[in-house]
């Protein structure tokens, strides 16, 4: 009988090593992602910016112009897209990007462009979309400000978008308290 148990302790012992060596190559060897430490928020766009394809507002008016399918991302707060947008542009602010963009950009291999005002959110936002198996995210780059100085015939006033609330019905005027 403690013959028995002593090689069913060994073969437990064996098992459990080759479980917790496996688990520990399984994590280490899987993170091919380069942590990096940034010194300013510049240094950490030129490097997004480096990663990442970007087009010209000129670039992408053409595109716009066009009849190409492609989807608008405006990565820009819900203020910010409430008052104007480009006409198309699905808003989902910058800091929902990851948590939402499955649910409004259902087509993972379509083209992808993504604006904000300037440039930065929209860098970042970018860069963190392959993550998620978006292979063809773009940058319009100068972003939205640019966009409307230069094509202001193409800007859409108070879209219409998910951060609009139904305004209530006014009160009435009858009934009881009224």
Request: aromatic residues 8%; negative net charge; proline residues 5%.
């Given at each position: 009988?403690?013959?028995?148990?002593d090689i069913?302790?060994?073969?437990f012992?064996?098992?459990?090593?080759?479980?917790?060596?496996?688990i520990?190559?399984?994590f280490?060897?899987c993170?091919n992602?380069?942590l990096?430490?940034?010194?300013?928020e510049?240094?950490m766009?030129?490097?997004?910016?480096s990663?990442?394809?970007?087009?010209s507002?000129d670039e992408?008016?053409?595109?716009?112009?066009?009849e190409?399918?492609?989807?608008?991302?405006?990565v820009?707060e819900?203020?910010?897209?409430d008052?104007?947008c480009?006409p198309?542009a699905?808003?989902i602010?910058r800091?929902?990007?990851?948590?939402q963009?499955?649910?409004?950009?259902?087509?993972r291999r379509?083209?992808v462009y993504?604006?904000c005002?300037n440039?930065?959110r929209?860098t970042l936002?970018?860069?963190?979309?392959?993550?998620?198996k978006f292979?063809?995210?773009?940058l319009?780059e100068s972003?939205f400000?640019a966009?409307?100085?230069?094509?202001p015939?193409d800007i859409?006033?108070?879209?219409?978008?998910d951060?609009?609330?139904e305004?209530?019905?006014?009160p009435?005027?009858g009934?009881c308290g009224?």
């Amino acid at each position: 009988m403690d013959k028995l148990k002593d090689i069913i302790m060994k073969r437990f012992s064996l098992i459990t090593s080759v479980i917790l060596i496996s688990i520990i190559v399984l994590f280490s060897g899987c993170s091919n992602k380069e942590l990096r430490v940034y010194e300013n928020e510049d240094e950490m766009l030129a490097d997004a910016k480096s990663k990442i394809k970007s087009i010209s507002i000129d670039e992408f008016k053409k595109i716009f112009d066009s009849e190409e399918k492609y989807y608008l991302i405006d990565v820009r707060e819900a203020v910010e897209y409430d008052t104007s947008c480009i006409p198309g542009a699905i808003n989902i602010p910058r800091g929902l990007l990851e948590f939402q963009i499955g649910n409004k950009v259902p087509e993972r291999r379509a083209n992808v462009y993504v604006y904000c005002d300037n440039g930065e959110r929209s860098t970042l936002a970018v860069s963190s979309l392959p993550e998620l198996k978006f292979s063809k995210a773009i940058l319009i780059e100068s972003g939205f400000n640019a966009w409307k100085e230069k094509y202001p015939e193409d800007i859409e006033l108070e879209p219409a978008g998910d951060a609009k609330e139904e305004s209530a019905p006014p009160p009435s005027s009858g009934g009881c308290g009224g």
